[in-house]
């Protein structure tokens, strides 16, 4: 099996969404996630969170993040045929401007 970091991107970031969201909005939003992790089953490693407050980094210099990067899970499957079929149906995917970055885990030479 081979594993996936799944990035989640959006416009808006995460704190953002969850603080403009009413309790309703809130629940429909976690109930819609958690039953596609239930459809998704033991493909689902790790579920993830949502990310914020990142910082940007590179030789003598930080500052703060400018990523659309606004959660993560981590996936197993077969392929990434699998992974993209998988998350075709994702609700992440059903706001305006969001999409979905899967990435395939590579092993490292020797490990």
Known sequence: MKKFLVLYLAPVSA???MAK???EQAKAGMDAWLAWAKRAG???VDL????GGGAS?????????TTQV???SMLQANSMHEITAL???HPHLSQPGFSIEALEMLALPGM
């Open 87 to 89: 998350l075709a149906e």
């Open 48 to 51: 993830g969170s949502p990310v």
């Open 21 to 23: 969201a009413t309790p």
């Open 70 to 72: 606004g959660g993560y």
């Open 57 to 65: 980094l590179s030789k003598g210099k930080s500052g703060a993040g």
């Open 15 to 17: 704190a953002e969404q």
């Open 42 to 44: 033991s493909a689902v």
